[in-house]
């Protein structure tokens, strides 16, 4: 009776492929500099032989399958060769006892390192943190939120086992919005945003709110605050003084460090200031001290007619961005070269 069906180590039943058996034969055999020839065939065929003779009436395991693999090695005097095996069984072992630790059920047989990563951040958990999915559920629950897409069920069902298939043979991999949060409540799959501030208070602190709830998600967030008035201008609604675009940086810099201490992973900002706002000394300056804005990167927003200044050693204007009016001048040349030297020195602007 021939041997057409397996149990896996999780009880599920498969169809049983010999060449599988000759492949790590093969490779055993590699490892340990023999010469192959057809030796992992001829092997091969005595391991099937062997389970047909123990199983004509029941379904062998993985581990039967394996047991008979070094039996057949030990017998046929190729002790190097059971060795290199039997400790090739013995690391993958390991491997899974290491998984369940984690609590991940996986049958791609993913490396450690990507278990645990999944095991953090990607797979769902249930209310007390206990992962509820393996990672070929996740995959699959990726693949059939994307293919929702489609206008038709046909076309769904269609890019559902495509996608699938990219997925689990590890040939494409989405961002990290699209791993957590395909098929949840969330929905988010986006990894970027632009979140636009404009010179109010009231738009300044609807921002913190956006970047919250993306952060919470997964996302990250990006910014221009040119638009913001300079440090020291006039606020018409109160009479006093503004504190400047580098102050409001810091609230959402602290909302980041606090939103993602609870999050999926870490929140990331991008700030940019337009070189001609008048406190973009300032800005380029701020990450000097140690620990200051951790969870942004900062970028200047260089225009045409700085850049052809700082070629011509040559002032330019720095204009209030509330009145459009030139409050002052910088010589383009130091300017830049300021930008170059904190570029080296902390890695921003």
Known sequence: MTVSKIRKRDGRIADFEPQKITTVIHKAIASVKHEDGKLAEKLSKEVIKELEGKFQKAIPSVEDVQNAV????????????????????????EIREAKEFLGVKDTLKLTINAARVLERRYLLKDKDGKVIETPDEMFKRVAKAAAKAEKTKELQERYEEEFYKILSSLEFMPNS???????????????????????????????????????????????????????GDMVQSTKGVASGPVSFIRVFDTTTEVIKQGSKRRGANMGILNVNHPDIVEFITSKAK????????????ATDEFMKAVRKNKDYSLINPRTKQEVGKLNA?????????????????
């Open 333 to 349: 040349s130091e300017l830049f070269d300021m930008i170059c030297m904190y570029a080296w020195r902390t890695g921003d602007p």
């Open 177 to 231: 919005p699209t791993l957590m949060n395909a098929g949840t409540k969330l929905g988010m799959l986006s990894a970027c945003f632009v979140i636009p501030i404009s010179d109010s208070l009231d738009s300044i602190f609807e921002a913190v709110k956006t970047t919250a709830m993306i952060q919470q998600a997964g996302g990250g967030t990006g910014f221009t605050f040119t638009h913001l008035r300079p440090k």
């Open 70 to 93: 070094e039996d057949i090695l030990i017998r046929e005097g190729l002790s190097d060769v059971a060795k290199s095996y039997i400790l090739y069984r013995e690391k993958h072992k």
């Open 290 to 301: 140690e620990g200051a804005f951790v969870n942004f990167n900062f970028s200047v927003g």
